[in-house]
């Protein structure tokens, strides 16, 4: 049996991927290692947490030790690393978390994993998970290749960069065997409603103000967490070792654009008189270091695996708004606190 480490399982993205592993390949243990911040939720897993190819282990990969055990006791097979901070916001306003989970926290997974597979890489892999925005803003062309500079703004993307350049430096030093991937902005159900989507969800059905940063008119390239999976997927799989790979939605949207459309489906769902949520569109201070546009290339993930993005963008946000509508409980829990409580019930209380 192969034994996979996913970690940062039980956040937005890391839960799909974990989904996708575990009901995709029963024949791999997938390993769910994740601290639990306030992003971190096993209720995102409840539909696999009790198969037998499962397993959730609480922990902080800022902690050296413990990661080092980990390794040791579970001899992994591959790693497909998403634990971060992600959010900008708050990586603004506190930097240094960002700087221990995104980096130090990367370079102790590195480190466990150069120890434990140095007598044996052949058929070993670090996948590393990264982002769009370490390649900065683009202007109003032009699109971000594999071969795009870095200039990371924000403290997030700073630290996402700093951790790309480690990967790298690990592959080219000690011949770990290592593959990365670029994506531009996930979208989909058990997003923490402090990203833009999930959060301006929330506030229309509460009939909250939607706070639109600046005028509105940065542009984000929007890709369905489902596709970002399945890309992760095939990268894990077919990716070549020292390669990076571009993952995007060719769907770019300018910000007022998208919160009107979404405004649109929430009217038509909540059964509101056309008009009725944008009215709740709020201009407010612009984010600091706000980058203007980002848009990625894939061309290269599509030519070489033969990925390609599954869900036109339409279907994919009335598909998300419904699930954020449906479950309204799981909302509730996240905005307050209450699935911390679930942890204890789920695993605290059967430890004892
Ligand atoms: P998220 O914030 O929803 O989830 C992050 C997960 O990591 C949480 O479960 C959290 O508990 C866990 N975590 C945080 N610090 C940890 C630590 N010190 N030790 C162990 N676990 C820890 O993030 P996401 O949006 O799912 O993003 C996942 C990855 O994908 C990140 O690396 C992010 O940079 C990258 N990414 C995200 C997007 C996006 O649009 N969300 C796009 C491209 C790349
Ligand atoms: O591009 C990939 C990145 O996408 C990921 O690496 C990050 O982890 C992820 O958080 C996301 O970053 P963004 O900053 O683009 O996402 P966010 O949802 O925070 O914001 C999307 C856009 O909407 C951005 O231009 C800022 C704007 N915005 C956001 C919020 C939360 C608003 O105007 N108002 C808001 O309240």
Redesign the pocket.
Known sequence: MKKILI????????SHVVRLFVKKYPEYLVVN?????Y???LENLKDVENQSNYKFIK????DTNFVQQIFKKEQFDGVIH??????VDRSISNPMEFV???IV?TVNLLNAAREEWKDQLENKKFYH????EVYGALGDSGYFTEETAYDPHSPYSAS?ASSDHLVRAYHDTFGLPVVIS?????YGSF??PE?LLPLFIHNIRNNKPLPVYGKGENVRDWLYVED?ASAIDLVFHKGKIGETYNIGGNNEWKNIDLIKKLCGIMDNKLGRETGASEKLITFVKDRAGHDLRYAIDSSKIQKELGWKPSLNFGEGLERTVAWYLENKQWLEHVTSGEYQKYYEEQYVKREK
């Not at 998403?82 to 959010?87: D, F, G, M, V, Y």
């Open positions: 970690t940062g399982g039980a956040g937005f993205i890391g290692l994740d601290k639990l911040t992003a971190g939720n922990g902080d990969i800022v998403l634990a971060a901070e992600s959010h221990y989970t995104n926290g998970i990264s982002t769009d996402k670029n994506c531009s902005n996930n997003q923490f990203k970002h």
